[in-house]
């Protein structure tokens, strides 16, 4: 019986070895598993911020976008109005110098507009790049 009993206690000193083993392997995957996660909330949350501020810089494109769009209506009036007085003042012969001054003040305006549309392309094509 001594014998069987040194023999169990070797079995059950080798089956504690085991299990210890076993258990520290399992707590470090553990470990590294809440490691893992804490990085992926932080990256989560960092992709949130990106979110907030890519959707602000939406909001602040639009907005331009609406200014341009609305000082390209105003423009497009202006031009407009120019020509209709153009028109009228061929009518009436009037003096060369206001029919000049009407076409320069067209083609000034007509340039702004290309200018702004222009910069409103390369914020887009900045936006998506």
């Known amino acids: 019986m001594d014998n069987k009993s040194e023999i169990n206690k070797e079995e059950l000193v080798k089956l504690q070895g085991i299990f210890t083993i076993s258990l520290d392997n399992m707590l470090k995957k553990v470990n590294g598993l809440i490691v893992k996660n804490r990085g992926l909330s932080d990256e989560n949350h960092q992709l949130k911020e990106s979110i907030k501020d890519l959707n602000n810089k939406i909001t602040e494109l639009k907005l331009q976008l609406n200014k341009i769009n609305s000082d390209s209506l105003f423009k497009e009036k202006e031009i407009s109005d120019l020509k209709n007085m153009l028109l009228s003042a ?14 320069s003040r067209l083609k000034e305006l007509i340039s702004r507009i290309d200018v702004h549309l222009e910069q409103y392309e390369d914020q887009v094509q900045d936006f998506e790049d």
Do not use: M
């Open 90 to 103: 061929e009518n009436t012969k009037t003096n060369i110098r206001d029919k000049e001054f009407v076409r």
